[in-house]
């Protein structure tokens, strides 16, 4: 999976920034699929997003939905776990007005959302990443996905101390 080129979230605002404050604009996103970074794929990735000019930059305003691609913990196979996520973050500018660490729009007016994107769906995904609820994991001995049938193993010879002692009794 994912050797996908990864994807930007850019959009330009420069229309904005000319315009008066309390001036917004709502874009709708609709990503089949999209790579934000090396790390997270989001399929898909939906929602609204409202723009708003504000003296300091352009507040981004919006809930997005998605899912990601997770490994279950127990039986190790890839699945997806729903998330969704709010969005609410000022974004300076001009850029240099920015307090350190915070968002900015770009000089040419765009701005790239992924970063902040993959940071909020990371929050979202959980310790323990389970695919069922009730998933039954990998069999010990063949190492068979239990969730796809029994493998037909014994379980009484799943512990090898059993073994000696049966030798020793012999
Ligand atoms: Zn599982
Ligand atoms: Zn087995």
């Known amino acids: 999976m ?3 080129a990864l994807s930007r979230l850019r959009f330009n605002f420069g229309f904005l920034l000319e315009a008066t404050l309390g001036e917004s ?3 709708e996103l609709d990503y089949p699929t999209i790579r934000v970074s090396e790390d997270v794929t989001l399929t898909p990735l939906q ?3 409202e723009a708003t000019r504000t003296s300091e930059g352009i507040y981004i305003a ?6 990601i691609e997770l ?3 127990r039986c190790l196979t890839p699945f997806l776990h729903p998330i969704t996520f709010e969005i609410g973050d000022l974004f300076y500018y001009p850029p240099h007005t920015a307090p350190p660490g915070e968002f900015v729009i770009a000089e040419t007016g765009f701005v790239d959302l992924a970063p902040l994107v993959r940071e909020l769906s990371l929050l979202e995904i959980p310790m323990h990443a389970l695919c069922k609820e009730d998933c039954l994991g990998l069999c010990q001995e063949c190492g068979q996905n239990l ?3 029994d493998c037909g193993c014994e379980e009484d010879n799943s512990d090898p101390r ?4 049966g030798k020793l009794l012999d």
Do not use: D, Y
């Open 2 to 4: 994912g050797q996908k």
């Open 71 to 73: 490994e279950c913990v």
């Open 47 to 49: 929602g609204q997003i």
């Open 25 to 27: 604009r709502v874009t």
């Open 162 to 165: 059993f073994a000696i002692l």
């Open 62 to 67: 919006g809930v997005l939905h998605s899912a």
């Open 147 to 149: 969730n796809e049938g």
